[in-house]
């Protein structure tokens, strides 16, 4: 099955390029500065951009994604809203939109709905922390029922065998966990990480993308040959704790965050973007 995920990875294969894959939160500060950012994003060329729905009990998230999520709850977030920001996003012109939801939502609203819903919204598929990968046939079913990709994670502590059942429900990319532990800002990417690309890279012909840990472009050269994509998550989130602090106002954050997707779209693409 072809999707826009797919697609997206076929084209910066066959051009030699990594994708450059940012997170946002939605709703912080508002939603309003959500589509501006993906807009801010989606100028810069990068590949794709993951959306986090906001929820009260992170998994995997580290202290600045969790204060990001804490603020969008403040303000009474709810899906609905989330779903009616991203539909009123340009068709033409946004990279691919992959939903990092819970699926205590995802099972509140019932999966059909929303699965049917985010479609219709623009989001071209899901990464669902807290769905156990080994136990994710119903629902990858359901995803590619309707066109859309599942991610799947991958630690460096998931057992080889068990990740071979994960891969059985993923589709569009492996989300690659760079280090075993939260999201965060790392000084350097982790070698041990290397080698379980290596082997993944036998196990399935996925597009490999590496998140947790990656902040800077001098991160993503140790990575060509051997991944597909990056993934930068609290080092753009956190640009929005200084807006909830008073330190900076919207614009300039923006400003500052499509600098930095710049720098890490030259790195990723290996050009002078």
Avoid at 87 to 105: E, H
Avoid at 192 to 199: A, D, I, K, M, Y
Avoid at 211 to 219: N, W, Y
Wanted: net charge negative.
């Amino acid at each position: 099955m072809t999707t826009a995920i797919s697609s997206t990875f076929e084209r910066l294969r066959s051009e030699g390029r990594l994708a450059f894959m940012p997170f946002v939160t939605a709703g912080d500060p508002d939603l309003t500065a959500t589509v501006r950012l993906i807009r801010e994003l989606a100028g810069k060329n990068v590949d794709l951009i993951e959306v986090g729905f906001p929820y009260s009990d992170p998994i995997a998230d580290g202290p600045v994604i969790q204060a990001s999520y804490t603020r969008a709850l403040e303000h009474k977030l709810t899906v609905r809203q989330i779903f009616d920001a991203i539909a009123g996003l340009p068709k033409d012109g946004t990279p691919p939109l992959v939903a990092m939801v819970s699926f205590a939502i995802i099972f509140r609203h019932g999966p059909e709905t929303f699965v049917q819903e985010a479609k219709e919204a623009g989001f071209a598929g899901f990464i669902v922390p807290d769905l156990p990968g080994d136990e994710a046939t119903e629902f990858f079913g359901l995803t590619q029922k309707h066109g859309l990709d599942l991610v799947q994670l991958v630690a460096p502590t998931t057992p080889r065998e068990r990740v071979k059942q994960v891969l059985a429900s993923c589709s569009g990319f492996v989300y690659c966990i760079a280090v075993a532990g939260i999201t965060g800002v790392r000084e350097q990417v982790a070698e041990n990480l290397l080698s379980q690309l290596e082997w993944l890279r036998q196990e399935t012909d996925l597009p490999l993308a590496v998140g947790f840990g990656i902040s800077r472009p001098e991160h993503v050269d140790p990575l060509r040959e051997r991944a597909d994509g990056v993934i930068v998550g609290s080092g753009i989130v956190r640009h929005f704790q200084r807006v909830a602090d008073g330190e900076a106002d919207v614009d300039a954050v923006l400003e500052q965050i499509g600098a930095f997707a710049g720098e890490m779209v030259a790195a990723a693409h290996g050009s002078e973007e």
